[in-house]
T-cell receptor
Framework: GENVEQHPSTLSVQEGDSAVIKCTYSDSASNYFPWYKQELGKRPQLIIDIRSNVGEKKDQRIAVTLNKTAKHFSLHITETQPEDSAVYFCAASIGAAGNKLTFGGGTRVLVKP | DAGVIQSPRHEVTEMGQEVTLRCKPISGHDYLFWYRQTMMRGLELLIYFNNNVPIDDSGMPEDRFSAKMPNASFSTLKIQPSEPRDSAVYFC??????????FGPGTRLTVL
């Protein structure tokens, strides 16, 4: 089955700096890659996703890049703010749509004011 | 829309007791997923349904766990008998056409 590895496990950045989280996946058939943000005690919430026919996608301060050849994808957060502090999860799935997600282990991001 | 609804939000029980977790997906969604989240194992998919039919239960840890979806608006995850190692946050999620999954608030289960 699919295996997703996520790095780093923790990330501390100064407010205003950029944060980058990287994930690798094992199954070349995976074609949907969402990113979820989970604040303490809350549910995971989708912040951005990318499909295999796209190499990069942006939404305001966040962007995701995908390299299918290398089987890795990354989340970039620019101009970080304290409210960006949370655990971020990447995921991958196989199929026409996003069913049966396999999640990475998560990255705890701390933005220091 | 109220989003995915889960109950109870917190459950404390003693080892050996039966535990039933409940989920109401977003109206109109045809996929429903049950996840378990722990510090050690992260976020794990237990089982998912499509149009009320279980599609993949390979993540269900053992026979003590069972899940049902009797209709499009309700699903249960049952643990019988419960054990301390079952302590975790259990999330239900739903999606339309298997696309973006929307998570419920979760049930925090503590088995003493």
């Amino acid at each position: 089955g699919e295996n997703v590895e996520q790095h780093p496990s923790t990330l501390s950045v100064q407010e205003g700096d950029s944060a980058v989280i990287k994930c690798t996946y094992s199954d070349s058939a995976s074609n949907y890659f969402p990113w979820y943000k989970q604040e303490l005690g809350k549910r995971p919430q989708l912040i951005i996703d990318i499909r295999s026919n796209v190499g990069e996608k942006k939404d305001q301060r966040i962007a995701v890049t995908l390299n299918k050849t290398a089987k890795h994808f990354s989340l970039h957060i620019t101009e970080t703010q304290p409210e960006d502090s949370a655990v971020y999860f990447c995921a991958a799935s196989i199929g026409a749509a996003g069913n049966k997600l396999t999640f990475g282990g998560g990255t705890r991001v701390l933005v220091k004011p | 829309d109220a989003g995915v609804i889960q109950s109870p939000r917190h459950e404390v029980t003693e080892m050996g007791q039966e535990v039933t977790l409940r989920c109401k997906p977003i109206s109109g969604h045809d996929y429903l997923f049950w996840y378990r989240q722990t510090m050690m194992r992260g976020l794990e998919l237990l089982i998912y349904f499509n149009n009320n039919v279980p599609i993949d239960d390979s993540g269900m840890p053992e026979d003590r766990f069972s899940a049902k979806m009797p209709n499009a608006s309700f699903s249960t995850l049952k643990i019988q008998p419960s054990e301390p190692r079952d302590s975790a946050v259990y999330f239900c999620a739903s999606s339309l056409g298997g696309d973006t999954q929307y998570f419920g608030p979760g049930t925090r289960l503590t088995v003493l």
